[in-house]
């Protein structure tokens, strides 16, 4: 028999949920919250330097405090690869998207991550893509082309250019290493561990290029948001919740950042898709969560 009763379990199954919708919220709010920094005359560089920064020691000392296991020393050199790639390059091609394009446009184009995931794995790993996951690409794909060619933002200073929407696409592809990177790196390490290792690697390739100086409390305020509660809290939600609830679950669950991310843009900067846009945005919501029924 069990150890666990059926009414326990379910209060779990509904704790393991809100975590996963709690960091999907925080998640969400990088976009928005990342326009105030830049409002306040921060470069899209430096904000990602703070961040990383930030939530490296914030990790750190999560590590130290859990007593958690050193790094393994045959995988140092993967962890700072993954700071290269998808920390260092995630935040510069997401910052430099939202300041391009706006953070709705730039959530939807995040979020194709999953699909990219599924041909790094056939062309990493050989595994091969099963037909639910070729259609995932495909509704995917077809909504970034809408979201892109009629975004019909409600800011004028905002437009879906060539560069915002590549550098959108180049945050996908590094939010797909993250994963890809991290397939092993989280298996045998304290998550802990690596994300501190990671994120300090990235700030020390994002230094050279930070624009040193005085900031206003504004953005230093958004700066601290964006590492506390938008990279280390979200992650310990989403990590918790994913030990509660599984993979598949929580992997559906989470397509609810980017929409949670549009209305969040909506509000707080008075963006908007067109009509054509919507349709792009859920047929991108669409592919992932075929992606994710399938895994």
Same mark, same amino acid.
């Given at each position: 028999?069990?150890?666990?009763?059926?009414?326990?379990?379910?209060?779990?199954?509904?704790?393991?949920?809100?975590?996963?919708?709690?960091?999907?919220?925080?998640?969400?709010?990088?976009?928005?919250?990342?326009?105030?920094?830049?409002?306040e005359?921060?470069?899209?560089?430096?904000v990602?330097?703070?961040?990383?920064?930030?939530?490296?020691?914030?990790?750190?000392?999560?590590?130290?405090?859990?007593?958690?296991?050193?790094?393994?020393?045959?995988?140092?050199?993967?962890?700072?690869?993954?700071?290269?790639?998808?920390?260092?390059?995630?935040?510069v091609?997401?910052?430099?998207?939202?300041?391009?394009?706006?953070?709705?446009?730039?959530?939807?184009?995040l979020?194709s991550?999953?699909?990219?995931?599924?041909?790094g794995?056939?062309?990493?790993?050989?595994?091969?893509?099963?037909?639910?996951?070729?259609?995932?690409?495909?509704?995917?794909?077809?909504?970034?082309?809408?979201?892109?060619?009629?975004?019909? +933002?409600?800011?004028?200073? &905002?437009?879906?250019?060539?560069?915002?929407?590549?550098?959108?696409?180049?945050?996908?592809?590094a939010?797909?290493?993250?994963?890809?990177?991290?397939?092993? &790196?989280?298996?045998?390490?304290a998550?802990?561990?690596?994300?501190?290792?990671?994120l300090?690697?990235?700030?020390?390739? &994002?230094?050279?290029?930070?624009q040193?100086?005085?900031?206003?409390?504004?953005?230093?305020?958004?700066?601290?948001?964006?590492?506390?509660?938008? +990279?280390?809290?979200?992650?310990?939600?989403?990590?918790?919740?994913?030990?509660?609830?599984g993979?598949?679950?929580?992997?559906?669950?989470?397509?609810?950042?980017?929409?949670?991310?549009?209305?969040?843009?909506?509000?707080?900067?008075?963006?908007?898709?067109?009509?054509?846009?919507?349709?792009?945005?859920?047929?991108?919501?669409?592919?992932?969560v075929?992606a994710a029924?399938?895994?």
């Amino acid at each position: 028999m069990s150890g666990k009763s059926p009414r326990r379990s379910a209060s779990t199954g509904r704790v393991g949920v809100w975590l996963v919708v709690a960091a999907a919220f925080q998640w969400a709010l990088l976009g928005p919250v990342a326009r105030v920094a830049f409002a306040e005359g921060v470069a899209p560089l430096t904000v990602a330097f703070w961040r990383a920064s930030i939530a490296a020691l914030l990790f750190a000392a999560h590590a130290t405090v859990t007593r958690a296991d050193a790094l393994r020393a045959g995988d140092r050199a993967s962890a700072m690869a993954l700071g290269v790639v998808a920390v260092a390059g995630l935040y510069v091609a997401y910052f430099k998207s939202v300041q391009l394009g706006g953070a709705a446009l730039s959530a939807i184009l995040l979020y194709s991550a999953p699909v990219w995931v599924a041909i790094g794995t056939y062309l990493v790993f050989r595994e091969r893509v099963r037909p639910r996951e070729a259609a995932a690409l495909l509704f995917t794909l077809g909504g970034v082309v809408l979201v892109a060619l009629f975004p019909a +933002t409600g800011n004028a200073d &905002l437009q879906a250019t060539p560069a915002a929407v590549a550098w959108g696409l180049g945050s996908g592809v590094a939010y797909a290493a993250y994963f890809l990177l991290g397939r092993s &790196l989280f298996g045998k390490n304290a998550p802990a561990r690596v994300m501190s290792w990671a994120l300090a690697t990235g700030a020390v390739v &994002l230094a050279p290029f930070v624009q040193w100086g005085a900031f206003t409390w504004r953005a230093w305020a958004a700066i601290a948001f964006l590492a506390s509660v938008a +990279t280390y809290g979200a992650y310990l939600s989403n990590a918790n919740g994913l030990r509660l609830i599984g993979p598949s679950r929580a992997s559906t669950i989470a397509t609810l950042e980017p929409v949670l991310a549009v209305i969040a843009a909506y509000f707080l900067w008075g963006e908007q898709l067109s009509s054509v846009g919507i349709v792009g945005a859920v047929a991108v919501i669409g592919g992932v969560v075929l992606a994710a029924r399938e895994r």
